[in-house]
């Protein structure tokens, strides 16, 4: 069996949507947002089944991972993922000019396209703007382009990040609204904050406000199901339920990566002739705890300020301020046993974006980079707090 639970109908129909949008679904042409937490396929499911089927109804598609390098600055990277596309669409020999062969442009690819301008200049001030350097490619190619940005909200943690959002905003409205486009410009951004991710859709001052925000359709019985058949062929005969597997899976927020983990230990701890199904429920509690202390412990590593800071920002709610506020920084002191300057709050701050728990949500704004971390974080509080 494959490896790789393929979700073959959902990006057929996402594909559809968006390349040949019915009445109901044009406005996923103002750009579509889909925000999951970590680790729940995202990535897995753009890769293996939604670029394929892009790809397959004539689309051409440019793919960026911002996670892949945190500490780039979010426009260098989308700017370098476009250069290396156009520049394989100037070659009649790259696998690009090969699938516009396919589609009706067979006469353009042999060539290749020819730009007005140089593609190493793209992204640059003294190159086109992505707009003008997009509507060339659409009008050679005669296709769609679809741009796919993973963990989007990254993006904004940047003034260069918003400007580039900007631009491709620009891109957008230069080609879609034209009568006679030969193809279209998507954008798709996909992150790893619902809240964040829906702010780049809700908030006036964000780029593609207005457009589409959904929520990521996690896995569920039917991947836990493919995953027991693909343990079964390789010899594990005693399972759980289906039933039980599945609800062991939500409780490890369906994530492919704890739940073979959690299969893992079953294996290992059940003893002979014991009930998986007893078994499976405590181990899927047990990791779902465990999963969180991983992102805590790197707090902890970072010394007792940055637990203090770690924990005024996992309980803030929505947009609250205060991280530096005088009842922040008094509190602050109290743990640590000595005044505390806003300059060393800031350090701390920006070691714990750099280890990826923390994010930046705007001006003095700060939330948890996983919800997940911190509904396990409020569980905990909530344990310990005195009845009342």
Same mark, same amino acid.
């Given at each position: 069996?494959?490896?790789?639970?393929?979700?073959?109908?959902?990006?057929?129909?996402?594909?559809?949507?968006?390349?040949?949008?019915?009445?109901? %679904?044009?406005?996923?042409?103002?750009?579509?947002?889909?925000?999951?937490?970590?680790?729940?396929?995202?990535?897995?499911?753009?890769?293996?089944?939604?670029? &394929?089927?892009?790809?397959?109804?004539?689309?051409?598609?440019?793919?960026?991972?911002?996670?892949?390098?945190?500490?780039?600055?979010?426009?260098?990277?989308?700017?370098?993922? *476009?250069?290396?596309?156009?520049?394989?669409?100037?070659?009649?020999?790259?696998?690009? /000019?090969?699938?516009?062969?396919?589609?009706?442009?067979?006469?353009?690819?042999?060539?290749?396209?020819?730009?007005?301008?140089?593609?190493?200049?793209?992204?640059?001030?003294?190159?086109?703007?992505?707009?003008?350097?997009?509507?060339?490619?659409?009008?050679?190619?005669?296709? %769609?382009?679809?741009? *796919?940005?993973?963990?989007?909200?990254?993006? *904004?943690?940047?003034?260069?990040?918003?400007?580039?959002?900007?631009a491709l905003k620009a891109v957008r409205d230069a080609i879609n609204p034209r009568p006679d486009t030969p193809g279209h410009f998507l954008f798709i951004g996909t992150g790893s904050h619902r809240a964040l991710v829906s702010e780049l859709t809700a908030r006036r001052n964000q780029a593609f406000v207005g457009a589409?925000? *959904?929520?990521?359709?996690?896995?569920?019985?039917?991947?836990?199901?493919?995953?027991?058949?693909?343990?079964?062929?390789?010899?594990?005969?005693?399972?759980?339920?289906?039933?039980?597997?599945?609800?062991?899976?939500?409780?490890?927020?369906?994530?492919?990566?704890?739940?073979?983990?959690?299969?893992?230990?079953?294996?290992?701890?059940?003893?002979?002739?014991?009930?998986?199904?007893?078994?499976? &429920?405590?181990? /899927?509690?047990?990791?779902?705890?465990?999963?969180?202390?991983?992102?805590?412990?790197?707090?902890?590593?970072?010394?007792?300020?940055?637990?203090?800071?770690?924990?005024?920002?996992? @309980?803030?709610?929505?947009?609250?301020? @205060?991280?530096?506020?005088?009842?922040?920084?008094?509190?602050?002191? /109290?743990?640590?046993?000595?005044?505390?300057?806003?300059?060393?709050?800031?350090?701390?701050?920006?070691?714990?974006?750099?280890?990826?728990?923390?994010?930046?949500?705007?001006?003095?704004?700060?939330?948890?980079?996983?919800?997940?971390?911190?509904?396990?974080?409020?569980?905990?509080?909530?344990?310990?707090?005195?009845?009342?």
């Amino acid at each position: 069996m494959d490896k790789i639970f393929h979700r073959t109908a959902l990006a057929q129909r996402m594909a559809e949507q968006l390349l040949h949008p019915g009445v109901l %679904d044009e406005g996923l042409r103002s750009g579509l947002f889909i925000s999951g937490v970590r680790r729940t396929g995202k990535t897995t499911f753009l890769l293996s089944d939604l670029v &394929p089927a892009l790809e397959a109804a004539g689309a051409l598609v440019i793919y960026v991972d911002l996670w892949s390098n945190t500490q780039a600055n979010p426009a260098t990277l989308v700017h370098a993922a *476009i250069r290396r596309t156009l520049r394989e669409l100037q070659s009649p020999a790259g696998a690009l /000019a090969a699938r516009l062969k396919k589609l009706r442009n067979a006469e353009i690819a042999v060539a290749g396209l020819k730009f007005g301008f140089k593609v190493e200049t793209v992204g640059t001030e003294e190159g086109p703007t992505l707009a003008a350097a997009f509507t060339q490619v659409v009008d050679q190619a005669r296709t %769609d382009i679809v741009l *796919i940005i993973d963990e989007v909200q990254h993006a *904004i943690t940047s003034e260069e990040g918003n400007q580039m959002l900007l631009a491709l905003k620009a891109v957008r409205d230069a080609i879609n609204p034209r009568p006679d486009t030969p193809g279209h410009f998507l954008f798709i951004g996909t992150g790893s904050h619902r809240a964040l991710v829906s702010e780049l859709t809700a908030r006036r001052n964000q780029a593609f406000v207005g457009a589409t925000s *959904i929520a990521f359709p996690v896995l569920d019985a039917d991947y836990v199901d493919h995953l027991l058949q693909r343990l079964r062929a390789e010899g594990m005969t005693v399972q759980p339920s289906l039933e039980v597997a599945t609800q062991a899976f939500r409780t490890l927020g369906s994530r492919p990566e704890e739940m073979l983990r959690a299969l893992r230990e079953l294996r290992a701890l059940l003893p002979p002739g014991g009930d998986p199904d007893a078994f499976v &429920p405590v181990i /899927a509690g047990t990791l779902r705890s465990t999963a969180a202390d991983v992102e805590i412990m790197k707090v902890e590593q970072l010394g007792v300020l940055a637990t203090a800071v770690f924990e005024r920002v996992a @309980g803030s709610e929505g947009d609250a301020k @205060g991280h530096f506020s005088a009842e922040a920084m008094a509190g602050y002191a /109290a743990v640590v046993g000595r005044e505390v300057r806003a300059d060393e709050v800031q350090a701390v701050l920006n070691e714990l974006m750099v280890a990826n728990v923390v994010m930046r949500r705007g001006h003095g704004l700060y939330g948890l980079t996983d919800p997940f971390v911190q509904e396990i974080w409020r569980e905990r509080k909530a344990l310990m707090r005195p009845p009342a």
